[in-house]
């Protein structure tokens, strides 16, 4: 009886994989891929065939047979906005993955490796899970004073979903019962607004809306960014480089490093210093304009992602938004696990595989 779940998460230099009986993890690895690996490959998409075989070479050196597996996810990529849930891979998202429909991104290859790996498998079901694009969005949080621009939702969906589950069994309670601000503290910053089971708001994480990140540069004064855009000083994607990928820690000290500007803080530099205080007070500020969008009617704040290891950094934040609900650390990530678990709940009938039609 097939019992076994392959989980792929795609990174832009690593390929994370893991294998789970049921809920538990029998085996987990990290594949790492040097610029050289991927320099043949000039759309990140074209990569999926590179990454395959090191999967399948990664399983038979580990004695892990295929054939006992009944599902293969993958991390979801940028395809159109949909609600949060488990989706089978079908021929309209392989085409838009492959497209880039929403960006080029790594994650954009979850979905083809699975589709990929699970083909060659008798029996076999090939899933994503709340992609970064899950869209719960009230109307309301789209609008924007310049109509040709709307807020859309891009953010750490699986892991916010995933802590947020977690919590509310730790609680005795239903996730639909509660109104949580989960906040991912990773790359990319997002403080998200769950009400009753759905992301009613969060920042545009991906595009650097919201709080300074070690990526990110956050929300900036409009009219100031608009005048760098026009001072033909810089090109249209030295910009966006400024904004997401190049902003916030990395344009302020050349690192996206937050170990890195710890220990500067702890050395006493007075940059350093001056930024991880700005980062602390500009997340702060977004779980307080998220507070008000649940009423103030909120069940816990979350702390989660690489960042929330960092003890100090997060009591920093919960001297400032701690009056606002119980606070509650949850460091790291659970997204392998998140996967694992979405897909045996499809395999076993406990949620129904949802349909992506564009």
């Known amino acids: 009886m097939k019992e076994q779940i392959l989980v792929i998460n795609p990174g832009s230099t690593s390929t994370k994989i893991a294998v789970f009986e049921g809920r538990k993890e ?62 089978r891979v079908n021929e309209l998202m392989l085409n838009h993955l492959a497209e880039g429909i929403g960006g080029e991104h790594a994650s954009n290859l979850g979905g083809l490796l699975a589709h990929s790996i699970a083909s060659e498998i008798p029996g076999c079901q090939a899933f994503i899970s709340d992609p970064v694009v899950v869209d719960e969005l009230q109307d309301v949080a789209r609008v924007t004073g310049v109509p040709q621009i709307e807020r859309v939702s ?28 989960v906040v991912h503290l990773g790359g990319g910053i997002s403080v998200g607004a769950h009400r009753k089971g759905r992301v009613i708001d969060v920042n545009n994480t991906l595009n650097g809306d919201g709080p300074i990140a070690p990526e990110r540069a956050g929300s900036v004064p409009a009219l100031q960014l608009a005048e760098l855009c026009f001072s033909g000083k810089y090109t249209l994607q030295e910009v966006k480089r400024m904004l997401t990928g190049k902003g916030g820690m990395v344009a302020h000290l050349g690192t996206n490093s937050f170990m890195e500007l710890c220990d500067k803080v702890q050395a006493g530099d007075p940059k350093a210093t001056r930024l991880y205080q700005a980062m602390a007070y500009t997340i702060s500020k977004q779980i307080g304009a998220t507070a008000v969008v649940l009423c103030g009617k909120i069940d816990a704040i979350l702390f989660t992602g690489g960042i929330a290891h960092n003890k100090r950094f997060i009591d920093l934040i919960t001297e400032q938004v701690g009056f606002l609900a119980p606070c509650f650390t949850y460091a790291g990530e659970d997204e392998m696990v998140a996967l694992a678990n979405n897909a045996y709940n499809v395999l076993t009938g406990e949620e129904i595989a949802q349909v992506y039609a564009g």
């Open 154 to 181: 891009i953010f750490h969906a699986l892991n916010q979903k995933a802590i947020a589950k977690r919590h509310a069994s730790i609680m005795g309670k239903s996730y639909e019962d509660l109104n949580l601000i």
């Open 26 to 87: 029998v085996f987990g690895k990290t594949i790492y891929h040097t610029p050289q690996d991927l320099a043949p490959y000039p759309r990140i998409c074209q990569q999926y065939e590179f990454r395959k075989a090191n999967i399948f070479n990664e399983l038979k050196n580990n004695n892990i047979q295929t054939d006992h597996f009944a599902a293969v996810i993958g991390r979801g990529g940028l395809v159109h906005p949909i609600p949060s849930g488990t989706y």
